[in-house]
T-cell receptor
Framework: DTEVTQTPKHLVMGMTNKKSLKCEQHMGHRAMYWYKQKAKKPPELMFVYSYEKLSINESVPSRFSPECPNSSLLNLHLHALQPEDSALYLC????????????FGQGTRLTVV | DAKTTQPNSMESNEEEPVHLPCNHSTISGTDYIHWYRQLPSQGPEYVIHGLTSNVNNRMASLAIAEDRKSSTLILHRATLRDAAVYYCILRANAGGTSYGKLTFGQGTILTVHP
């Protein structure tokens, strides 16, 4: 199983809502990543977790709150988002943060209204 | 962070070889060269990676210059399914500000003509 599963596939939320994105992998990977991708742009790294600990935060606003409850699961909690946060949110995993190939999910298409 | 430079776009005909170049003149000795591609409406997909020697796998070949300041991804026979954005990424394998990151540049949009 080389799959990274993201749910939901689509999400529409208001600026006062709280929602969560979920990412799951069962490859035994110990590094997990969140990316944000706007249309016709490359993915932008947001967070990196290594062994369930946050190791990299690319100066992401606090309205995005990541969580890694166990080695298979990665969440991204969303609160008080702005319309400009509308994007495709991608999750990825790799064996470790060192040089290993990463596997990406299909993403969650988020629209903030 | 060590950066990569790729052409914005390239075109190819089906069943012809494609050579996608990447410049990375500030590469450090512990950086691996990774290639990913992103098909329309999909997440990125790993293609290949290498350090110094040329690498082959079922998807592509990676040719790395002797000084490691450039590399070329080779698709031996392009198909319509290879139309995608191809990203060349330097992946740090040791400590430093880039360690643990997988940072995408602008990439090359590959168009394959029937």
């Amino acid at each position: 199983d080389t799959e990274v599963t993201q749910t939901p596939k689509h999400l529409v939320m208001g600026m006062t809502n709280k929602k969560s994105l979920k990412c799951e992998q069962h490859m035994g990977h110990r590094a997990m990543y969140w990316y944000k991708q706007k249309a016709k742009k490359p993915p932008e790294l947001m967070f990196v977790y290594s062994y369930e600990k946050l190791s990299i935060n690319e100066s992401v606003p606090s309205r995005f709150s990541p969580e890694c409850p166990n080695s298979s699961l990665l969440n991204l909690h969303l609160h008080a988002l702005q319309p400009e946060d509308s994007a495709l949110y991608l999750c990825a995993s790799s064996q470790w943060v060192q040089n290993t190939e990463a596997f990406f999910g299909q993403g969650t298409r988020l629209t903030v209204v | 962070d060590a950066k990569t430079t790729q052409p914005n776009s390239m075109e190819s005909n089906e069943e012809e070889p494609v050579h996608l170049p990447c410049n990375h003149s500030t590469i450090s000795g512990t950086d691996y060269i990774h290639w990913y591609r992103q098909l329309p409406s999909q997440g990125p997909e790993y293609v290949i990676h290498g350090l110094t020697s040329n690498v082959n796998n079922r998807m592509a070949s990676l040719a790395i210059a002797e000084d490691r300041k450039s590399s070329t991804l080779i698709l031996h026979r392009a198909t319509l399914r290879d139309a995608a954005v191809y990203y060349c990424i330097l992946r740090a394998n040791a400590g430093g500000t880039s360690y643990g990151k997988l940072t995408f540049g602008q990439g090359t949009i590959l168009t394959v003509h029937p």
